[in-house]
């Protein structure tokens, strides 16, 4: 199983921008579909952008679409997400996700193996 821990979360005016990074563990990293989902408070946790493991293949929600873009380093087993034009209703805890297994693809939260801890992004008006 991957381990997953993120980094890069904070408070930003609407506008900003802010990178996240996802650190993973494991040998498999580079054959695994990665993620991001977050969830609002109150709201279910929601599919934002997904990228396969050859770093070539992305797919984003349409809410984040020309906003934010996901990438992959498979020799520093590190996933990233750089979030430009933030607006308030970006805000939300932000989770990585690695898929269940080689090869898959990874869109639905069934789709997930693992997932990180979280961080708090936090956009101000």
């Known amino acids: 199983q991957v381990q997953l821990v993120e980094s890069g979360g904070g408070l930003v005016q609407a506008g900003g921008s802010l990178r996240l990074s996802c650190a993973a563990s494991?040998?498999?990293?580079?054959?695994?579909?990665m993620g991001w989902f977050r969830q609002a408070p109150g709201k279910e946790r929601e599919f934002v952008a997904r990228?396969?493991?050859?770093?070539?293949?992305?797919y984003y929600a349409d809410s984040v679409k020309g906003r934010f873009a996901i990438s992959r380093d498979n020799a520093k087993n590190t996933l990233y997400l750089q979030m430009n034009s933030l607006k308030p209703e970006d805000t939300a805890i932000y989770y990585c996700?690695?898929?269940?297994?080689?090869?898959?693809?990874?869109?639905?939260?069934?789709?997930?193996?693992?997932w990180g801890q979280g961080t708090q992004v936090t956009v101000s008006s």
């Open positions: 996700a690695a898929g269940r297994g080689s090869y898959l693809d990874l869109i639905r939260l069934s789709d997930v193996g693992s």
């Open positions: 990228i396969r493991w050859t770093g070539i293949d992305t």
């Open positions: 494991g040998r498999t990293f580079g054959t695994i579909s």
